[in-house]
């Protein structure tokens, strides 16, 4: 473990450090990899549901529309692929099921999917820090949001790595 170049014995979450890893090449990891505990993997999905917020943005948003999410270390492009209900600001409650539209100033639980293809994710209230984003669209923060659901894939990607 290397903490500003110094070799140390540990690192404390939220610390950014280096870590040497033997049996993987520096070019065989990419931004968003996570590194976890042999029996306690992370989530890896390209299909998930969650609750946004719409902060700013002028039109509205409907099935299709896409952005860039920021997840963790992951920056990844997301498609809508379902908006599954309008929450009332006040209660929480469920308010408009399937929706053909979000807007400004709503909260929604829309389904996305990351076009690129499965990435570590968790749920927010399991783990906060891999299950919060934003979306952003021409540069601007447009929305933020959290994991309620992560939808699972039928077969492990190529791109997780296994020692058991």
């Known amino acids: 473990i290397l903490d500003n170049e ?5 690192a404390v979450a939220g ?3 280096k870590l040497k890893v033997r049996g993987i090449e520096e070019e065989e990891v990419a931004m ?3 590194l976890c505990e042999p029996g306690s993997l992370c989530k ?3 299909v998930f549901d969650a609750q946004v ?3 700013d943005y002028k ?3 409907s099935i299709g529309f896409t952005a860039v999410m920021h997840l963790h270390s992951c920056t990844e492009e997301v498609q809508i692929k379902l908006i599954i209900c309008r929450l009332d600001k ?3 409650e469920k308010t408009d099921i399937k929706p053909k539209f979000i807007k400004k100033d709503e909260i929604a639980i829309v389904r996305f999917t990351v076009l690129s293809g499965p990435i570590c994710m968790e749920i927010y209230k399991d783990y906060a820090q891999m299950g919060r ?3 952003r669209d021409e540069g601007k923060t447009i929305a933020v949001g959290k994991i309620l659901k992560v939808l699972p894939i039928k077969d492990t990607p190529q791109n997780v790595v296994e020692n058991g």
Not at 6 to 10: G, H, L, P, S
């Open 6 to 10: 110094e070799e140390v014995d540990a």
């Open 15 to 17: 610390t950014t450090c």
């Open 32 to 34: 968003g990899f996570v």
């Open 44 to 46: 890896v999905a390209n």
């Open 53 to 55: 917020v719409i902060m």
């Open 59 to 61: 039109s509205i948003i």
């Open 90 to 92: 006040k209660t929480g």
């Open 133 to 135: 984003f934003t979306l």
